[in-house]
């Protein structure tokens, strides 16, 4: 059974950067798609970038420019590197992996929260 465990977050400063990385626990097919998602209070949970194995990448409008998603198979491990931030991107990110058209298909980890604000 796969796990996932998201670490990285903090509080940062407007303007300020963060890395965040997520590890994939047992076994992850190589075709199998990795992706951040973000949830702010009240909001629901958005999709914010996503990476195939072969590391096609996509991302959200509001972070195109200003994230970045990588990943290191041998690892199963995914990251966020995120700069430029506002505090519209105060949230709890979460990882998750599963196809290109739907990268969450397993039970959601506890998330790491990140908070920007001066």
């Known amino acids: 059974q796969v796990q996932l465990v998201e670490s990285g977050g903090g509080l940062v400063q407007p303007g300020g950067s963060l890395r965040l990385s997520c590890s994939a626990s047992?076994?992850?097919?190589?075709?199998?798609?990795m992706a951040w998602f973000r949830q702010a209070p009240g909001n629901e949970r958005e999709l914010v970038a996503r990476?195939?194995?072969?590391?096609?990448?996509a991302y959200a409008d509001s972070v195109k420019g200003r994230f970045t998603i990588s990943r290191d198979n041998a690892k199963n491990t995914v990251y966020l590197q995120m700069n430029s931030l506002t505090p519209e991107d105060t949230a709890v990110y979460y990882c998750?992996?599963?196809?290109?058209?739907?990268?969450?298909?397993?039970?959601w980890g506890q998330g790491t929260q990140v908070t920007v604000s001066s």
């Open positions: 998750n992996v599963g196809s290109w058209s739907q990268p969450s298909i397993l039970p």
């Open positions: 047992g076994v992850v097919n190589r075709v199998v798609a």
């Open positions: 990476i195939t194995y072969g590391e096609t990448s």
